[in-house]
């Protein structure tokens, strides 16, 4: 079965940095795009990024542009998102979340997710 | 960026009862690529229908979806304890994909 479990969450000081990890199993993780979806406290939902199966194409929401980057090491089954500058706003829980469609080009819905990563930006 | 407005904002139910939660977006959603999940508390949230009226696997039949375009509509046609949870529509016909603010079921 699918198996997401995300590290490297933590409290970091305005204006820091994070790199956030999701270890991927249970599917052949080079054929599926991924995501980043995160929750702010009480809050709904919010996706940050999507990358191509293949590592060829990233897209990241406006309030993640130009501070955060994800990335994926097909080669280790994991997917990463570096967070720099982080803000008071980016507090919250960060999921990874399996794109549905297999060897898609563009992101679609979220068919499996870890358990989350908490995040916490505060000084 | 397409907003989803979901409502009501809060259901207080009974088991045994049926219920039908809202999702309507701003513009039409392209080839009616609107998914429903699931989140209960401390957990990660589970998909229960993508294509607006697919079920996903494992989803007991209860649950159903209908719609189109702006309109759609998640049907849980007799709840159960577990289905007390927040239940989130998301659109993924236009990027950037976007989420309404979740209809919560509480027991009554």
């Known amino acids: 079965q699918v198996l997401l479990v995300e590290s490297g969450g933590g409290v970091v000081q305005p204006g820091g940095s994070l790199r956030l990890s999701c270890a991927a199993s249970?599917?052949?993780?080079?054929?599926?795009?991924m995501h980043w979806v995160r929750q702010s406290p009480g809050k709904g939902l919010e996706w940050v990024a999507f990358i191509k199966y293949d590592a060829t194409k990233t897209k990241h929401a406006d309030s993640a542009q130009g501070r955060f980057t994800i990335s994926r090491d097909n080669s280790k089954g994991t997917l990463y998102l570096e967070m720099k500058s982080l803000r008071g706003q980016d507090t919250g829980v960060y999921f990874c979340?399996?794109?549905?469609?297999?060897?898609?080009?563009?992101?679609?819905?979220?068919?499996?997710w870890g358990q989350g990563a908490l995040v916490t930006v505060s000084s | 960026e397409i907003v989803l407005t979901q409502s009501p904002g809060t259901l207080s139910l009974s088991p045994g009862e049926r219920v039908t939660l809202s999702c309507r977006a701003s513009?039409?959603?392209?080839?009616?690529?609107l998914a429903w999940y699931q989140q209960k508390p401390g957990q990660a949230p589970r998909v229960l229908i993508y294509?607006?009226?697919g079920r996903a696997t494992g989803i007991p039949d209860r649950f159903g979806a209908s719609g189109s375009g702006t309109d759609f509509t998640l049907t849980i046609s007799r709840l159960e304890p577990e289905d007390f949870a927040v239940y989130y529509c998301?659109?993924?016909?236009?990027?950037?994909?976007?989420f309404g603010l979740g209809t919560k079921l509480e027991i009554k």
């Open positions: 998301q659109q993924y016909g236009t990027s950037p994909c976007s």
């Open positions: 979340a399996k794109d549905a469609w297999k060897l898609g080009a563009i992101p679609s819905y979220f068919d499996s």
């Open positions: 294509g607006a009226s």
């Open positions: 513009q039409p959603i392209s080839n009616d690529y």
């Open positions: 249970g599917f052949t993780f080079n054929s599926y795009g």
